[in-house]
């Protein structure tokens, strides 16, 4: 069974551009998590969506959001980057989400912002 | 927060020691997961413990939790080399969030 596979896996833009990753879950993964992950803050929870639909959100700006399609593959955007969006994107799934599950990662995708 | 809390942040140990792992929170949680992550990659699952269990064991991982004092402990035992990496509790409460903590990066020397 193939894990999770996460595209760009490195990625590299300039302030003021906009970046889309993606995220394809573990076949019959219904919920797909993000999250980012910098030296400084740790992992920080982004959103998470459940049959194309945002189940949970983090504390980030509206410049990030996200969206799920009926296959469950997931996508994440970043609009009008700044050098701080820096990190490393992880995108997880699992088979129901919800309070007990295990989460499955993906590699990552790393954006650096120049 | 509601986040977990690593201690010690960094551990460097020897080969065929045990290496024990700190995490403490905050909140009243559903379960507590245990991750391990090799450097710039994905994390990696390693082990669940439920908020009404006190100790789990998986191989040469064993898991303990008190929800009393709102902590858990990873231990491993007879470390190797291939052991390195950082190790991140996190906290499933009732809102299905997963919240990690900072983790703690493991040194084992050969």
């Known amino acids: 069974k193939a894990g999770v596979t996460q595209t760009p896996r490195y990625l590299i833009k300039t302030r003021g551009q906009q970046v889309t990753l993606s995220c394809s879950p573990i076949?019959?993964?219904?919920?797909v998590s993000w999250y980012q992950q910098t030296p400084g803050q740790g992992l920080q929870f982004l959103f998470e969506?459940?049959?194309?639909?945002?189940?949970n959100k983090g504390n980030f700006p509206g410049r990030f959001s996200g969206r799920q399609f009926s296959n469950s593959r997931s996508e994440m955007n970043v609009s009008t980057l700044e050098l701080g969006d820096s990190a490393l994107y992880l995108c997880?799934?699992?088979?129901?989400?919800?309070?007990?599950?295990?989460?499955?990662f993906g590699e990552g995708s790393r954006l650096t912002v120049l | 927060s509601q986040q977990g809390e690593e201690d010690p942040q960094a551990l460097s140990i020897q080969e065929g020691e045990n290496a024990t792992m700190n995490c403490s929170y905050k909140?009243?949680?559903?379960?507590l997961q245990w991750y391990r992550q090799n450097s710039g990659r994905g994390l990696v699952h390693l082990i669940l413990?439920?908020?009404?269990?006190r100790e789990k064991h998986s191989g040469r991982l064993r898991v303990t939790l008190d929800t009393s004092k709102k902590s858990s402990s990873l231990l491993i035992t007879a470390s190797r080399a291939a052991d390195t990496a950082s190790y991140f509790c996190?906290?499933?409460?009732?809102?299905?969030?997963?919240?990690f903590g900072e983790g703690t990066q493991l040194t084992v020397n050969p």
């Open positions: 997880a799934s699992s088979l129901e989400g919800g309070p007990t599950g295990e989460l499955f």
């Open positions: 076949s019959g993964h219904r919920s």
């Open positions: 969506y459940f049959s194309e639909t945002q189940r």
């Open positions: 909140t009243s949680i559903n379960n």
């Open positions: 413990i439920r908020s009404n269990e």
């Open positions: 996190a906290i499933r409460t009732s809102g299905s969030r997963l919240t």
